[in-house]
């Protein structure tokens, strides 16, 4: 079963792919209002 993880990296890695003219930041997903994941592609995240 996929985490919420895993599911943001693979969106991440899917989107980079796919839109070559335009600046992929951050993926950022949410599964509770107190639990959430983003990932930039190993850089560093600030918010």
């Known amino acids: ?7 943001c990296i693979r969106i991440y890695e899917i989107l ?3 839109f070559h003219h335009a600046h992929l930041e ?12 983003a990932y930039a592609g190993g ?3 600030r918010d």
Do not use: I, Y
Request: net charge neutral; hydrophobic share 30%.
């Open 1 to 7: 079963v996929p985490t919420t993880e895993n599911l």
């Open 43 to 45: 850089k560093d995240l």
């Open 26 to 37: 951050k993926v950022r997903m949410e599964e509770t209002m107190m639990n959430s994941f």
């Open 16 to 18: 980079q792919r796919g």
